[in-house]
T-cell receptor, first 113, second 112 residues
């Protein structure tokens, strides 16, 4: 069946270090991927997205990498700050899902000052 | 400012009561969604609607009902048939298929 999962449920990093959050997806037909950040008690916020015709996309301090060969997605956060502490979800979509995103379990990122 | 608004932020329900969670968006988005989130877990889809007057069940629709009479509004009713309703409920909208969602700030429902 379809699934989007994360390799690590928790990640602890030192302030200033780079963070890498990983996500595996199983549906090879998925062509759109998104990373969301969710702070405690709040709704998820869009961070960055990527479509399957790309393998890398950069934003402000964040980079998403897509490896379609192994069905792997990663989010890289440069110079991680305490404000980056949150749960990060990956999500996938394809035309066969009627617009519904499939969300991964989530990884909790904890940044030590 | 355009956005998606959920209300109330906190809601308490007695056993056997129905309660309705509000979700309103002024983004002119066609599709709207309701998710349930339990502590330390991911998002599970309850119901979604791609156009006005039409909606479909998600993965955990039992004990819930929705309506989509207006493009801007997608209220969720948690009925007494939902045996474990305590959770964080998130509403989202998207412009159309294969685009990202904009989420509301959530409603935390507690059964007392």
């Amino acid at each position: 069946g379809e699934s989007v999962g994360l390799h690590l449920p928790t990640l602890s990093v030192q302030e200033g270090d780079n963070s890498i959050i990983n996500c595996a997806y199983s549906n090879s037909a998925s062509d759109y991927f998104i990373w969301y950040k969710q702070e405690s008690g709040k709704g998820p916020q869009f961070i960055i997205d990527i479509r399957s015709n790309m393998d890398k996309r950069q934003g402000q301090r964040v980079t998403v990498l897509l490896n379609k060969t192994v069905k792997h997605l990663s989010l890289q956060i440069a110079a991680t700050q305490p404000g980056d502490s949150a749960v990060y979800f990956c999500a996938e979509n394809n035309d066969n899902q009627g617009g519904k995103l499939i969300f991964g379990q989530g990884t909790e990122l904890s940044v030590k000052p | 400012d355009g956005g998606i608004t959920q209300s109330p932020k906190y809601l308490f329900r007695k056993e056997g009561q129905n309660v309705t969670l509000s979700c309103e968006q002024n983004l002119n988005h066609d599709a709207m969604y309701w998710y349930r989130q339990d502590p330390g877990q991911g998002l599970r889809l309850i119901y979604y609607s791609q156009i006005v007057n039409d909606f479909q069940k998600g993965d955990i629709a039992e004990g819930y009902s929705v309506s989509r009479e207006k493009k801007e509004s997608f209220p969720l009713t948690v009925t007494s048939a939902q045996k474990n309703p305590t959770a964080f409920y998130l509403c989202a909208s998207s412009l159309y298929s294969n685009y990202g969602y904009t989420f509301g700030s959530g409603t935390r429902l507690t059964v007392v």
